[in-house]
């Protein structure tokens, strides 16, 4: 047996398929399909076996495909044949792909993994199964589960190709505080956002063993699988839940093993007032259903500005337009004779009478013309500055586009990246459909205080859109830094301390090791808001925390080296991945 693991993560789904011509063979027989999740203080760790059967005649090479959520690390695959198991191990690509070529010529079990070329979320797994045996797939993954819009969020993607007789997926949870939301959403059966995200999954069964403990299976049998879908289930099973944040909103789990974990997520603050600013492509590739699909979500983002928000508009293709609500033409090329008099006039407060203003310009956009994003960035830097110094109030800008820029990536990444400096505006890029250049649109939102989101070319586009914003629409508080006390903490392991922005219904983390023998005394946070505030924090045992720790310091190296590549990064990051047994995306 030869196991090659090359492994990259990102989304999640599971399929299983043979790679044989459907006509010349019987389908494998996939009769066991199970997920199942152990989620302990927000940390899950999930384990998919899949046992499938080759009821053909011949040997045959039968592909397991999985692709998982984004950040998550691989830190198991198993495969079992003949009574025998086999761990994957790591290898060098083409002598991992030569070995298992010359097992199969052989006629002998074989199983190669690799990353999908086209795709770099999924990873295959190619296995020769000898005539009417049965192999058996146990993929392990683990990630740090995001808080997003108040709910920690566990996704599951299902695709075992056929109705299955022993299909479940299986979660248990296990928190320090209370669980005070617990849903189970129906099946979402498509890429589509659907409308009715707090519809109830009927199939789902959920247990509440204790107020800090909960259990949600899912195990349809073959009739309702396939109500479902004929060909079998096909789509994403979601576990939302959340803690008592009221209770506990600064938490530190000490853990046995000389760790701590850091959880930070005020639920009493009232949202800041903010400057938003958006920059939205509007080239002849954003023509048809993009476009209309931009106008709808703009219309929905601009409803949801609190009156006490500014915000900015600016439309680009080969040119950049400013909107300006005292104009009698609703946008002009920038520094027009018909433009404002000065920057800080294209800084709209969101007035209801500017809010529904803005509303008809956005509805009336059409596409036409080249990518000019680097002049548009340029102005948006401009006219921010006018309102930082006018205003102190966290600054977001929101850059949409579905195409290459005219122009080197690289000149605009140091351009907009030095310049933003002074005014410390997080950045956060979406990159509309496939032929956008999602690698250069993250580099530039991580070097500049925020992330990058794909959003996918469906009919729920404008959904997508409006779920993004409702994530960055509430700031807390920016500028956040945790301190803490000299000789507690062995400064080299501590993950990421400072931050630009606490969103509403989100949540920073912070991990390290403590000194040997050292207690960790009161740590302080503090962030600007319209006073400095400060929040004392409530420490807790825990079990184990190295693995979680491994997996925001391997998380956070690699999206610094995504911002600026370097090996040195790389490196750090491949040793501590390897110290605990965990691949992740970049690190091999």
Partial sequence: MTVAALVLAAAAAVAVAAADDAQSYPPPDVYRFHVVSHVRNRYAKTVVTSRVANTANVSREISFDAVLPETAFISGFVIEMDGKAYEAYVKGKEEAREEYQQAVQAGQGAAHVQLSARDSNVVSVSVNVEAQKKVTFNLTYEELLQRELGAYHLRINLNPGQIVNDLLVEVHINETSDITLLEVPSLQQSNDVSEEENSTNPLAHTERPSPTTAVVRWSPSREEQAALRAEGVQGQLLVRYDVDHAANNNQILVTDDGYFVHFYSPPDLPPLEKYIVFVLDVSGSMNGHKIDQLRQAMVSILDELSPSDNFTLIVFSSGSWVWWPDSSIYTFWYDSPYGPENDTDAVVPATPANVARAKEFVSGLGAGGGTAMHAALDIALRVSKAARSRQDMPLVMVLLTDG????????????????????????????????????????????????????????????????????????????????????????????????????????????????????????????????????????????????LWAFLTVRQLLDMDAASPNQTLKDRAKEVALKVSVLQRACI
């Fill in 404 to 547: 290459l820029p005219n122009g080197a990536p690289e000149e605009i990444l140091q351009d907009y990246t030095a310049a933003n400096v002074e005014r410390g505006a997080a950045l956060f890029t979406l990159a509309f459909g496939e032929d956008a250049d999602f690698t250069f649109l993250r580099r530039l939102a991580l070097r500049n205080g925020g992330f990058g989101r794909r959003i996918y070319e469906a009919a729920d586009a404008h959904l997508q859109l409006r779920n993004f914003y409702r994530q960055v629409a509430s700031p807390l508080l920016s500028s956040v830094n945790f301190t803490y006390g000299d000789g507690q903490v062995e400064k080299e392991t501590l993950t990421r301390t400072r931050f630009p922005t606490l969103f509403r219904g989100s949540e920073l983390v912070v991990s390290g090791r403590l000194q040997p023998a050292a207690p960790l005394l009161e740590p302080v946070v503090v962030g600007e808001g319209r006073q400095r505030y400060r929040s004392p924090a409530r420490l807790e045992k825990a079990s184990s925390g190295e693995r």
